[in-house]
């Protein structure tokens, strides 16, 4: 049986310059620019990461509501019968699995539940934490979630960075809260009245969102607080687990296979990475007419595209790992963070390809081959002209080759 065509999704933001733009709202901001209008950029790419399509929305659409256009193009622009569709917990809500993707014939999908629900399954039982001593992946299934797959995975190392970023965050928001309580206290000009004192502990909590940890208890002339140690336990045991949900039946994909397909999410942040910050700088936007923003996004992915295959020709000269599929199937875990592969490992230590060549990033390699020239020459006393290039050097002939182009293009 096959999959079909499994299909990654995800959505981000772009702020805007000016605010003339009928795409330009205001909304959830990914790039921490209070105030800012911005724009909701939808992009839909292949397995391995390769962008096929991008889609602009008005700044305030949430990101569910980006998924039924994406439907349908799937299936009219592209043509495609059996698709697997990929989105985090975010995207694929229960009501965009009932109302968008559950009337559509041989659409699948992939994607993880909420820590609430993980909560839920193992509280009535469906959910054996136990098991997880002697492995890092287990196929359950629950009555809550009839005619799906459940893959629940414990990683160590998420669980370690979990426990300490709640650790940092609760010892923040103790100090914060107990500068409140002091001010209360004091001698010289006390915080008083009800409303001033919660408007002062609302900013701390806010701050580091993790109030759900803490009881308070706010009078017009004191505040006291307290950890609850039962709820900070209960999700500490949740530390490193995550559940991937899935309606593709065992015999399509493995468990393995899924975990790995929703793992590939991670593929489309790179897209919007290089978009937003590495390489091509989509913003500032400051294009105001609807057609031209559209033009635009789609110009940096139609760029974006073009880097894409770049970095896969050019992997052997790149500080990219072109070994990594054959690490993966040694490491014996889908759930373990990836592992560079010996290869990767001694290119980056040396500094150098197997066949001697300087290794670069993909930057660093533009930059390089950006110094060939191309030279008009004019011979004296006729003036007739010639086209002459210089002689590239051996990084710039093998990039070349590796290209499959003529330095004499």
Known sequence: MSAGSLVLYDVTSAYFEGRRSPLAKLGHNRDGKKGKLQIVIGMLCNAQGCPVSVQVFEGVTGDPKTLAPQIRKLRERFGLKRITLVGDRGMLTEARLREDIGPEDGLDWI???RAPAIRELVDCGSLQLSIFDQTDL????????????????????????????RKDLLEATQKGLSLVATATTRSNRPLRGKDKIALRVGKVLNRFKVGKYFGIEITDESFRFWPNDTRIAEDAELDGFYVIRTSVPRETLSGEETVRAYKGLSRVERVFRSLKSVDLKVRPIRHHLERRVRAHVFLCMLAYY??????????????????????RD????????????????????ERRTEDGVPVHSFQTLLEDLATLCRNTVRVSPTD??????????????????????????
């Open 330 to 349: 040694l490491t014996g875990s889908v759930v373990a963070p990836a592992r560079r592969s010996p290869q990767a490992q001694h290119k980056a230590q």
């Open 138 to 165: 287990a196929q359950i299934t629950s009555p809550d979630y009839p005619g799906e797959r459940l893959i629940v995975c414990k990683n160590p190392l998420l669980a370690e960075e979990r426990a300490r970023k």
């Open 306 to 327: 073009v880097e894409w295959h770049m970095r896969q020709a050019l992997a052997p000269m790149l500080f990219d790992d072109e070994h990594k599929d054959e690490v």
């Open 384 to 409: 007739a002209t010639f086209i002459d290039f210089t002689t590239p050097t051996p990084v710039q002939a093998k990039a070349f080759t590796l290209l499959g182009v003529s330095h004499s293009m």
């Open 111 to 113: 994607t993880a539940l």
